[in-house]
């Protein structure tokens, strides 16, 4: 099951990566009878009829019928979008100001905690008489 739902989407980024649309395969019988139609009309042969519609020649050709909107692969939404940007770096210095050490005067007293006025506690560890 893991292999086909693997050829699945291999499938479809191929279709996706080639701009194959569903609209695409539904117009392959209109691109059929066209060429159909240059080999009656002028005697094309289906690779000559694929170079006049979409080669070289495709720009000369494109007036001459009304059929062309229909064949696939025809539709300009092929976007490609490039974006100039340009980054420019600012100069910035970091200047290292070396600033003396003054010795912050003592403003506070400890005073220990310890006290003789206090009675000795019960669990206290034992001592040496």
Sequence with gaps: MSKLVA???TVLILFQSLNISFED????SALMEHASYHQKTYGD???????EHYGEASVAHEN????H???????NDHNCCHINTSFTLQNIEFTNSYEAFFEIPLNFH?????SLFEKPSVFQPPQFA
């Design 25 to 28: 395969v539904s117009k392959f």
């Design 7 to 9: 050829i699945f989407y």
């Design 110 to 114: 400890y005073k220990e905690s310890f």
């Design 64 to 67: 001459e019928h009304s059929e």
């Design 69 to 75: 909107e229909n064949l696939p692969f025809k539709h």
């Design 45 to 51: 042969s289906f690779f000559d009829f694929l170079s």
